[in-house]
């Protein structure tokens, strides 16, 4: 049973950062994937960032790149989304996911999902 908690969310002014963690549980989660999608009012999910199982390699959205980092504790299954230079186009509820089955930009190929975190950008 895999189970993804995320936390860090909040309310920030434009220009400032954030650091999101998502803790896992399951034994899956030290050899899969991660990643972050986040999902505005009306709006569909959006790819964030997503690392591989090792740290390795990471992929950003194009939304996130130069702004965002994604790194990852295999010792703790934990995931992190260090988010700087905030905008007011950033708010949005952010997810944690893992285990990805396919392309990694596609929500509905990654096979575990946290309840998510609110992330309020103020301008």
């Known amino acids: 049973q895999v189970q993804l908690v995320e936390s860090g969310g909040g309310l920030v002014q434009a220009g400032g950062s954030l650091r999101l963690s998502c803790a896992g549980s399951?034994?899956?989660?030290?050899?899969?994937?991660m990643g972050w999608f986040r999902q505005a009012p009306g709006k569909e999910r959006e790819f964030v960032a997503a690392?591989?199982?090792?740290?390795?390699?990471?992929f950003y959205g194009d939304s996130s790149k130069g702004r965002f980092t994604i790194s990852r504790d295999n010792d703790k299954l934990t995931v992190y989304l260090q988010m700087d230079s905030l905008k007011p186009e950033d708010t949005a509820v952010y997810y944690c996911?893992?285990?990805?089955?396919?392309?990694?930009?596609?929500?509905?190929?990654?096979?575990?999902w946290g309840q998510g975190t609110q992330v309020t950008v103020s301008s």
């Open positions: 996911a893992a285990d990805p089955d396919g392309d990694y930009q596609v929500p509905t190929d990654w096979s575990y």
């Open positions: 399951g034994r899956t989660l030290s050899s899969a994937p």
């Open positions: 690392i591989t199982w090792s740290g390795s390699s990471t």
